[in-house]
């Protein structure tokens, strides 16, 4: 480890990491040592990132697969027991908007969507690399969150509230492992950030008026 590569000989995993603040912090945590496990369910996408951390003299390693396949995720960390010994950081971020509607009108199948990435999947996650977290140093496990998780808004109900979900779970993952002085929870609202989800959600509006991913990437790290 050194001062300009404070990752050097870490080991993390980056969830969602194709695109936006995913793609940025994967990036960032390569350009500061760390060797990087990029998962999201498009190849293409996740092997554009990898030629960018690469080009940048990073090391990376991808993973394409579906999270809310709960076999795949066994498999992926399965995968990666074989290989390393321990996972140094976890960032949860890969995450779906769903549709911005009323409560009465939340289409059911959509809301189980919703639900099974943003937080059932991260719960996976979290159940099937514990073992690896508890075998470092310091592991730290990062989770994006949003404000409408915590101050509930018309029309958010469904994105809100798995949000709102996954906070209360990796509260009490902290709570958990508090004693044992080797995992930090960190639940991070990156705010207002030039994402595909943003534009989704607030299609009217000017991209260069919010931050741009690398600054909550900056926050991250």
Known sequence: MTDDKPFAG??????GAS???GAATAEALAAAGAHVILVARTASA???IDDRIHEAGGNATIAPLDLTDGESIGKLAAAVAERWDKLDVLVLNAA???SLTPVEH???KEYARVLGLNLLANQAMIAAFD???RKAER???????????SEPRAFWGAYG?????????????ADETEHSGRVRVHIVDPGATRTRMRQLAFPGEEPDSVKPPEVAAAAIL
């Open 106 to 108: 939340i289409d059911p």
């Open 161 to 173: 509230s798995s949000k709102a979900a996954l906070e209360t779970l990796l509260g009490a993952y």
């Open 46 to 48: 996740l092997e554009a």
């Open 19 to 21: 695109r936006g603040i």
């Open 131 to 133: 073992p690896l977290l």
């Open 139 to 149: 592991a730290d496990v990062v989770a994006l969150t949003s404000s409408v998780g």
């Open 96 to 98: 779906m908007l769903g």
């Open 10 to 15: 870490k080991l993390a995993l980056v969830t």
